[in-house]
Antibody
Framework: QVQLQESGPGLVKPSETLSLTCTVSGGSISSYYWSWIRQPAGKGLEWIGRIYTSGSTNYNPSLKSRVTMSVDTSKNQFSLKLSSVTAADTAVYYC????????????????WGQGTLVTVSS | SYELTQSLSVSVALGQTARITCGGNNIGSKNVHWYQQKPGQAPVLVIYRDTNRPSGIPERFSGSNSGNTATLTISRAQVGDEADYYCQVWDSSTGVFGTGTKVTVL
């Protein structure tokens, strides 16, 4: 059973960079896309972006200028950096595995981490 | 950018049928996926590719998709089905989630 676990600081100061890592266990990180998704308190889900094990990325256009993702296959980990954060970036951040729909250009998220709350405050 | 619209809330009597809709421009041409999220928990996939249930998801959950509306149907609703439900599609190499629907079982 694939398991994902987010880790990183729970408190980040405004204008600084949010950094999170997702560790994958119970399966290989190879040959999949891996996504970051966030959810402000009481609000809906927002897809941030994803990375393939080759390093190829897709980002949400609304966040693209501030997002960087990386992958370390030797550690079965992938990471998120979000720069110049503000209070609006306060949210629970989830990592998830992308699963491709056979025969279609569509993906869904079949495994999720438990989520980690990141608060942006001075 | 592509947008998905869901009703804010749906109420259903215990044992009856709840229908949760997800509206989007020509959404019938896309694959729609549905997630259930209970308070304090990560979302769980309940339907993928419009109509398919992952292993472990009860048959009471079903989906359809046509025209400008996709629908998640919960038959014989149980108290344990109370949750937020989100639809999701893939558009121009971007994941897009619906606004979410809160389901209450009365």
């Amino acid at each position: 059973q694939v398991q994902l676990q987010e880790s990183g600081p729970g408190l980040v100061k405004p204008s600084e960079t949010l950094s999170l890592t997702c560790t994958v266990s119970g399966g290989s990180i190879s040959s999949y896309y891996w996504s970051w998704i966030r959810q402000p308190a009481g609000k809906g889900l927002e897809w941030i972006g994803r990375i393939y094990t080759s390093g190829s990325t897709n980002y949400n256009p609304s966040l693209k200028s501030r997002v960087t993702m990386s992958v370390d296959t030797s550690k079965n980990q992938f990471s998120l950096k979000l720069s110049s954060v503000t209070a609006a970036d306060t949210a629970v951040y989830y990592c998830a595995r992308d699963r491709k729909v056979v025969g279609a250009t569509s993906y869904y998220f079949d495994y999720w981490g438990q989520g980690t709350l990141v608060t942006v405050s001075s | 950018s592509y947008e998905l619209t869901q009703s804010l809330s749906v109420s259903v009597a215990l044992g009856q049928t709840a229908r949760i809709t997800c509206g989007g421009n020509n959404i019938g041409s896309k694959n729609v996926h549905w997630y259930q999220q209970k308070p304090g928990q990560a979302p769980v996939l309940v339907i993928y590719r419009d109509t398919n249930r992952p292993s472990g998801i009860p048959e009471r959950f079903s989906g359809s998709n046509s025209g400008n509306t996709a629908t998640l149907t919960i038959s014989r609703a149980q108290v344990g089905d109370e949750a937020d439900y989100y639809c999701q599609v893939w558009d121009s190499s971007t994941g897009v989630f619906g606004t979410g629907t809160k389901v209450t079982v009365l």
